[in-house]
Structure formats: structure tokens, C-alpha cells
């Protein structure tokens, strides 16, 4: 069915491209995630511990959306002692606030 869409497209979007970022897209399909990718945007990478200065939420919560997000490839860590450090392994998807803001049904 995706290559019926792709042959309809006027883009140059090929089955297997539209299948990576239907899987993106639902990986990051909360609210929490898309407030995880905001707070880590622009930036080198940030603990744990920073991360949840940020937001309101349990630490339980955010590890286990943090965990997700890189067992799909869209985050990665990195130990440095007891603390655990994540950055964006997709540094373009923070494009999707661009989108959200400019989204004229929202």
C-alpha cells in the first residue's frame, strides 16, 4: 500500500523511507517524548538529572520514555560515572516544532 502513496506523491519518497518515519513518528507520539526532544534540542547532550529539572514528571516515567526513545534509535547515551547522559541520534526531528508551530488546525 505505501507504494501506491509513493506513486501519488509528488514527492521523491520512496516504501522503505515512509516506513522509518512511520516508525519515528509513533516512537515519539507523546507528550512527554516531544517535551524530552525540546528540552534536548540545541544541545550537546544533558544528565538525567537535567533533563528532569525540566519537566513534571517521575524520574520512573522519564527513564522509561527516555529508554524507548533510544531502543528506536532516536536518542543516545552515554555513561560518566553514576550519571547517564542522553543527546538526539536524529538531530533534524526537532524540525517537527517548526511544523507544529506554523500548523494552522492546531
Known amino acids: 500500500m505505501a507504494q501506491e502513496i509513493v506513486k501519488r506523491s509528488r514527492r521523491n519518497i520512496d516504501a522503505a523511507k515512509l516506513e522509518k518515519v512511520a516508525h519515528i513518528l509513533k516512537a515519539i507520539s ?3 517524548r516531544l517535551e524530552i526532544l525540546e528540552v534536548l534540542e540545541g544541545k ?4 538525567v538529572a537535567e533533563i528532569l529539572e ?7 516515567l522519564l527513564s522509561h520514555h ?9 536518542l543516545e547515551s552515554y555513561r560518566d ?15 517537527i516544532f517548526d511544523c507544529m508551530e506554523h500548523c494552522s488546525f492546531l
Open 30 to 32: 507523546h507528550p512527554v
Open 44 to 47: 550537546p547532550a544533558q544528565s
Open 54 to 60: 525540566q519537566l513534571d514528571v517521575e524520574q520512573s
Open 66 to 74: 527516555l529508554t524507548k526513545m533510544k531502543d528506536k534509535g532516536i
Open 81 to 95: 560515572g553514576r550519571n547517564i547522559y542522553y543527546r538526539l541520534a536524529i538531530k533534524e526531528i526537532t524540525g
